[in-house]
């Protein structure tokens, strides 16, 4: 593969492994003439750099700092660094001295000598002895610094190339008293003091990626207040910080920046009122002028420079390929996505970037996995050459056509996977860089008349270590003797190379690893049934942009890069997601009814829909369901009856239906919403109705009661009238004045005749009854007279 392409080619002819087992006779004559005149061993061993006589590696030697990475003629190499004893007992007269090996050819020889970086063997002797810093004691785990500082005219440097360096600790022991090597630690100095006729184009990818920290939640209020996860974005944007770093870091380098624009809007809502959860509650965000100050270095950072916006939420590519592909519905978030990124980037860092570029995890790629990145809109996918193998004896250009119109980016394995691993340990950050130069120089030696487009797209998630190791590396490379900064739009345009593959590798070539890490085919079913209980709940809203935003941008972050290797997360998320979505949709809901009775043929039915939502409802339609529609129908005769809801935000609506009942018994009726499209909303409400059916029988009986009611009351009052008149005929009691009692004697008025009270009375007889409440206020049999209050009729 082309990864594994060498100067001269990966197989050592037969001539180079003769020179190399002389080479070797040659370097080992000092010590075989060591071991013959034994008295001379110490001497030997100080020369040659023989196996320490433990034969373990004593002291630990680390490399802090080594400057100039990559020298010309007149500079003066410096070199600092650290020695440990790792033995029990004491160190003597030791002493730090550098070695110069030979150069190596080819980008595997590099990797070989990396292999055998420490250790207690050197295949050369010391440079001049002044170069050198002495150490009289060196007590057990106890670290001493040291620094070297040697002029690159005295290393012996002669063709270009890459050369191997070797800083050494040499002393006595108690077991072996004279001067011996006890430890080495060995990296590569490139060699290039004048610039090459063809110098490589390199892009550098600047990932701007992190993991998933908003949710779904918003607040009630006009602004939607954003509810994060948890304010580890914080950390990461605090000065010193992972984030950070890029930012600062990033802004002095030729790079392209690769942004997940998820990230930018996550930040852009830092700047703002915020809430974090806490256990059960959430609580106030306090990052604001955090937010705004890493926004506001990235804006300045990124102006004039190339950016590439990934698909927001930075989609997992493969796994949407392997496990999703076959969930109706899983890709169709890809082009949204795609569309979203580019409006986030320009809004937030008011630049127009590109968003037609795919970059699966680790540049591993399939058939299937290249279909679904240029689904989401991308004619440029970034893979790696360790997938996309080329069988070449060289690195060729990155780019090239793999069929449908699309070209693959291929970056380098070697040069993108250099600072992966712990950069804060002591002296690795120091070699990983000097690698890299290392690396970059052989392969432009590789061909050096023809000038090649190379890319590097370092892991998507650096840490603020790893990611000043790669500063350090382009820095080392800002001379430009045999590269040249380049950008991944370019690099994508690039002429290809007519010998390098173009195969996408098949599916049963994609690493088991990755496969592992995938997400499972449950969570695009998760995603899915969220999404379709979403719809629905769009469809009812009067404002549905408010849920539309938030819960969309959730479930394309579901499915997020980011959750590779840590699946429960990510299950948790998506639970977290549905949980709050169910939440709303429940704000809209029946109110439980308790058993009615219906009375007579025809009643009045009352459903109540209630919405606790700050937003309208509409488009609702309640369906009313008699299960036993030859007792109770609905609405002049059916058995189903459907009104239509719109309720407004904090209301409820009272929906009436007419039931008829035919039959006396129980009736099961069943309430249920529906949205406009007929589906399900919310679950049933099931409550009883008793129908009591009035016969024609039975109403001409209660008619005739009624009427003899009426009758009753009619002969009542006319006793009570006749009674009345009586009383009246009889006049007052004569108290032998010819007054009534308590009444002033009238002088003008006799005494009654007899005959004009029967008189009156004949006549009071002959009149017709006048008809009176059937129920009179004051019995007719009472003479009293009425209290307060009380209507007596007359």
């Known amino acids: 593969m082309a990864e594994a392409a060498d100067f001269q080619g990966m197989v050592h002819s037969p001539a180079r492994r003769w020179l190399r087992r002389t080479a070797s006779l040659i370097a080992g004559a000092p010590l075989l003439a060591g071991l013959v005149a034994g008295t001379a061993a110490p001497a030997a061993h100080a020369a040659a750099g023989a196996t320490a006589a433990d034969g373990a590696r004593t002291v630990a030697v680390a490399l802090n700092t080594l400057t100039p990475g990559a020298p010309v003629q007149g500079d003066t190499l410096t070199i600092s660094g650290t020695v ?71 290393l012996g ?9 070797g800083v050494s600790l040499t002393g006595q022991t108690s077991s072996a008293p004279y001067a011996h090597l006890l430890g080495i ?8 003091p004048e610039a090459t006729e063809k110098r490589t184009e390199l892009t550098y990818l600047w990932p701007l990626i992190s993991s998933t920290h908003l949710s779904a939640e918003t607040g009630s209020d006009d602004q939607q207040t954003p509810v994060f996860e948890n304010d580890d974005l914080a950390e990461e944007l605090a000065p010193g910080g992972r984030l950070e770093q890029m930012v600062s870091l990033g802004n002095q380098l030729p790079v392209t920046w690769v942004i997940d624009p ?15 959860r806490s256990g059960s509650t959430t609580v106030p965000g306090t990052n604001q002028a955090m937010a705004l100050k890493w926004l506001n270095d990235l804006e300045k950072a990124v102006q004039g420079r ?87 004896s060289y690195t060729a250009s990155a780019a090239r056509p793999i069929g449908g119109g699309t070209t693959a980016v291929v970056a380098d394995t070697r040069l993108s996977t250099a600072f992966q691993g712990d950069m804060t340990v002591t002296g690795s950050s120091t070699l990983a860089v000097q690698k890299f130069l290392a690396q970059s120089l052989a392969l432009t030696l590789q061909e050096p008349d023809d000038q ?45 190379d007519d010998d390098a593959t173009t195969k996408v590798p098949a599916a049963g070539r994609y690493p088991k690893k990755l496969r592992d890490q995938e997400l499972p085919t449950q969570a695009f079913l998760d995603i899915q049934r969220t999404q379709s209980r979403l719809d629905s709940f769009k469809a009812i809203l009067s404002s549905p942009d408010r ?69 309208g409802v509409q488009n609702l339609t309640l369906r009313l369901t008699s299960d036993k ?166």
């Open 452 to 496: 090649r487009s190379i890319v590097v797209a370092p892991q998507r998630m650096p840490t603020a270590a790893q990611a000043q190791s790669m500063a350090r590396a382009l820095r080392g490379l800002d001379t430009e003797r045999w590269t040249e900064p380049s950008d991944l739009i370019t690099a994508a345009a690039a002429t290809p």
């Open 547 to 615: 849920v539309a935003a938030p819960f969309g941008n959730a479930i394309g972050r579901a499915v997020s890069t980011s959750w590779r290797g840590d699946g429960d997360s990510a299950q948790q998320y998506r639970g977290t997601v549905e949980r709050y979505l169910l939440g709303l949709t429940d704000e809209v809901q029946l109110i439980p009814k308790s058993v009615l009775t219906l009375s007579g043929r025809s009643a009045t039915i009352p459903v109540t829909v209630q919405n606790k939502l700050v937003q």
């Open 157 to 165: 440097l002669d063709d270009e190339g890459v050369y191997q360096l």
């Open 629 to 794: 529609p030859t007792r109770l129908k609905l609405d002049g005769g059916a058995r189903m009856a459907e009104r239509p809801i719109k309720i407004d935000g904090g209301h409820s609506q009272s929906v009436k239906f007419t039931g008829a009942g035919n039959a006396n018994g129980p009736v099961l009726v069943t309430a249920q919403l529906y949205t406009e499209d007929g589906k399900l909303y919310g679950g049933p409400m099931t409550f009883q109705v008793r129908v009591s059916e009035i016969t024609p029988t039975v109403m001409l009986v209660i008619a005739g009661g009624v009427l003899l009611l009426v009758l009753a009351g009619v002969k009542m009052y006319s006793q009570r009238k006749r009674a009345v008149a009586r009383k009246a005929a009889a006049g007052p009691m004569d108290d032998g004045t010819g007054t009534a009692d308590g009444a002033a004697a009238d002088s003008t008025v006799g005494p009654r005749d007899t005959k004009d009270t029967d008189a009156a009375r004949a006549v009071e007889d002959t009149e017709p009854e006048q008809p009176s409440d059937p129920t009179p206020d004051t019995a007719p049999e009472s003479a009293d007279a009425s209290g307060p209050g009380e209507k007596v009729d007359r």
């Open 185 to 192: 630690q060995r990296t590569f100095l490139p060699w290039q």
């Open 262 to 276: 998820d990230l930018l809007a996550t930040a852009d809502a830092m700047t703002r009122n915020y809430r974090v």
């Open 306 to 392: 190339k950016v590439v916006a990934l698909p927001f939420g930075d989609p997992d590519l493969a796994s949407l390929a392997h496990r999703g592909k076959d969930v109706s519905g899983a890709l169709s978030h890809l082009q949204p996505a795609t569309d979203v990124a580019g409006k986030t980037v320009e809004t937030v860092l008011h630049v127009k970037p590109s968003v037609d570029f795919a970059w699966p995890v680790d540049g591993a790629i399939d058939p299937s996995i290249v279909d679904v990145a240029t689904s989401a809109g991308a004619h440029h996918v970034i893979t790696r050459g360790d997938s996309l193998q080329d069988n070449l």
């Open 84 to 154: 440990t004893n790792k033995g029990k007992g004491t160190i003597t007269d030791a002493q730090v001295d550098l070695r110069v090996g030979s150069r190596i050819f080819g980008r595997t020889a590099i990797d070989d000598a990396s292999a055998r970086s420490a250790g207690t063997t050197a295949d050369t002797a010391p440079i001049d002895g002044k170069y050198k810093v002495t150490l009289p004691k060196l007590i057990s785990g106890i670290p001493q610094d040291f620094t070297l500082s040697v002029p690159v005219n005295k």
